[in-house]
């Protein structure tokens, strides 16, 4: 599974962003994504994950009720709506895949699959 991520930028805070990751290769039905983040000098840490096959999502505290994961099977890809954004929220954000499964890990050392990253920064 190949991964692409998009969308990143500067946005002031309280303002929102949407990131895309489009998934390509075999059986990339058969997948959990997931968004990561990693801030400076800090862990990546979990964003929000669902299952491509059921969609069922999951998000960190940080962002519930902020953030919005949802995927489109007709274009493989998947979608990060940020709402609300905080200076907090300033990190590269990385999408990821699983492989296989549907359970909704938050653990990065669970995903295979790895996209390139986007930068989003949130100004205060």
């Known amino acids: 599974v190949q991964l692409q991520a998009f969308g990143g930028g500067l946005v002031q805070a309280g303002g929102s962003l949407r990131l895309s990751c489009v998934a390509s290769?075999?059986?990339?039905?058969?997948?959990?994504v997931s968004w990561f983040r990693q801030a400076p000098g800090k862990e990546r840490d979990f964003v929000a994950s669902v299952s491509w096959k059921w969609s069922s999502t999951h998000y960190a505290d940080s962002v519930d009720g902020r953030f919005t994961i949802s995927r489109d099977n007709a274009k493989n890809t998947v979608y990060l709506q940020m709402n609300s954004l905080k200076p907090e929220d300033t990190a590269i954000y990385y999408c990821a895949a699983t492989g296989s499964g549907t359970y909704l890990f938050t653990s990065a050392s669970r995903y295979r699959y790895w996209g390139q990253g986007t930068l989003v920064t949130v100004s205060s």
């Open positions: 290769g075999r059986s990339v039905s058969a997948n959990v």
